[in-house]
């Protein structure tokens, strides 16, 4: 069994533009999920992500990838656990807080099924600027992670004074400005 994983800051219409030629190129179904105020799903068909979005009354809580067709009833869709393999993809909350981390990823035992996933991280990461410091603002302490992902939206976001958060907790990233 092998994990594929990213953490990220990005905007919701940079992933949602990346999935839609991932789903192009790798030949994937894909599927939204909103979680409140009642759960549903909507299939996108043919990478009309927008339309879809809109479906979802304009947000969409995370993104299923799957290499295998998902129900047209969008209602009968179930990734996890007894449904199909699906690559998960959980962008970040904007809130007037700040931008929290997104997520890309997926646990897996079929050999075919994880270097289509690696492909698809090895793509996003392609799309991505990296280097920030982490701080804690309770403490005061900082800590230096090289490999902290952004994209351009995220970078953009937070020179408009946006606050990087992390996934979860209080931490803040403040992202390198350059391109070193």
Not at 135 to 157: C, I, K, M, W
Request: aromatic share 10%.
């Amino acid at each position: 069994m092998a994990k594929v994983n990213l953490q990220f800051h990005g905007t919701a219409s940079e992933i949602e533009a990346w999935a839609s030629a991932w789903a192009a190129d790798y030949h994937l179904y894909l599927v939204l999920e909103r979680f409140f105020p009642q759960k549903r799903y909507v299939v996108i068909a043919d990478g009309a992500i927008a339309e879809a979005v809109q479906e979802l009354d304009g947000a969409w809580d995370r993104m299923w990838l799957s290499r295998e067709p998902v129900p047209p009833d969008p209602s009968t869709f179930a990734p996890l656990p007894d449904g199909p393999e699906c690559l998960a993809v959980t962008p970040g909350c904007m809130t007037e807080d700040g931008l929290r981390e997104s997520s890309i990823g997926v646990v897996s035992t079929d050999q075919d099924a994880l270097q289509t996933w690696r492909k698809i991280i090895k793509s996003a990461k392609s799309n991505l600027r990296k280097g920030a410091w982490v701080l804690n603002p309770v403490s005061g302490a900082r800590q230096r992670d090289e490999n902290h992902y952004f994209t351009e939206g995220a970078l953009a976001a937070s020179r408009g004074g946006v606050k990087m958060l992390a996934a979860a907790g209080w931490n803040q990233f403040a992202l390198d400005e350059d391109d070193g």
